[in-house]
């Protein structure tokens, strides 16, 4: 099966050892909707809207996570995306492609873009993956890396991908 963009190619390939990980339970340990792990040294927190959010510790990978409930939850991802990459990037484009992939039981949705970041005019490349982990929810992971950090950043990106759980 073909994956878009570096980061879904790497996501069968065999991982050399990495940073620890903590695992998130979203949106709290007591009642999972999922459960993920993200690198302790991307520093992994939630945002003000109830996102798991890190960045790397070079700041030049980001990744967010998030569950939308009921029937508009696609309108509101779209929505949310345009949010976070249009308050960084400008010249957004998708690359057209979506592809499906299975992870850990759940059928997962892959698309990618490609952007310039409005602070230094670099290139960036974002990928977002949408899964449902339990009926009537819509999960959501954004990734958005630098064109030079793709190398560095795949291979933990792709765990964090990989990690990837249904709740309880």
Request: net charge negative; with cysteine; charged share 30%.
């Amino acid at each position: 099966m073909k994956f878009p963009g570096l980061v879904l190619l790497a996501l069968f390939a065999a991982m050399a050892a990495g940073a620890r990980a903590e695992t998130f339970s979203y949106p709290n340990s007591e009642s999972p909707v999922f459960s993920v792990d993200i690198p302790n040294d991307w520093k992994p927190k939630e945002d003000r809207q109830g996102r798991i959010e890190a960045s790397s510790p070079d700041n030049d990978a980001y990744v967010a996570l998030w569950v939308l409930k009921g029937k508009s939850a696609m309108d509101e991802m779209g929505e949310e995306v345009r949010e976070i990459t249009g308050s960084t990037l400008r010249d957004i484009r998708l690359s057209g492609k979506e592809t499906r992939a299975e992870v850990n039981g759940m059928d997962v949705l892959f698309f990618e873009g490609a952007g310039v970041d409005k602070e230094d005019s670099d290139k960036v490349h974002f990928e977002i993956c949408l899964f449902s982990p339990a009926p009537g929810t819509l999960g959501v992971v954004y990734f958005e890396y630098d064109d030079d950090a793709a190398e560095k950043r795949i291979p933990q990106m792709t765990k964090v991908v990989k990690s990837i759980r249904k709740g309880k």
